[in-house]
């Protein structure tokens, strides 16, 4: 993760702010809800990228979070040995002069 500014730290505390806000009034348990900067790496630009990671409870409630966010379901799925895990993801657009955000919801499938 690269070092925030003051600026990219309040947008950040804004998108999870927003991200648990919509969570919350949908009735979504998250277990968790994470915001950082990144740099995304174009070759010839060193673009940076908020990104904001949520992981919800349930599969349903994941699925319910991705839809209201317009996400995109993931082909594949991360596995621990234990258990797998399905993943949506998507981008928001740069507001002004704000950075591109990338969105991640996750939840355990069940056994």
């Known amino acids: ?7 990219q730290g309040a947008h950040l505390a804004e998108l999870v702010g927003v991200t648990a806000l919509i969570a919350h009034v949908f009735d979504i348990r998250t277990l968790d ?13 060193m673009l ?18 991705a ?14 040995d234990r258990s797998a895990w399905r993943c949506w993801s998507g981008w928001v657009a ?10 991640h919801v996750t939840a355990r499938q069940p056994a």
């Not at 809800?33 to 630009?45: T, Y």
């Not at 839809?67 to 621990?80: P, Q």
């Open 1 to 7: 993760m690269a070092l925030v500014t003051a600026g």
């Open 94 to 103: 740069a507001a002004d002069r704000g950075l591109p955000v990338s969105l």
């Open 33 to 45: 809800v994470r915001a950082g900067v990144d740099h995304l790496d174009l070759e010839d630009v």
């Open 48 to 65: 940076g990228v908020l990104t904001v990671d949520v992981v919800a409870a349930q599969v349903p409630d994941a699925a319910r979070l």
């Open 67 to 80: 839809g209201l966010l317009h996400l995109t379901e993931r082909l594949g799925h991360h596995d621990d």
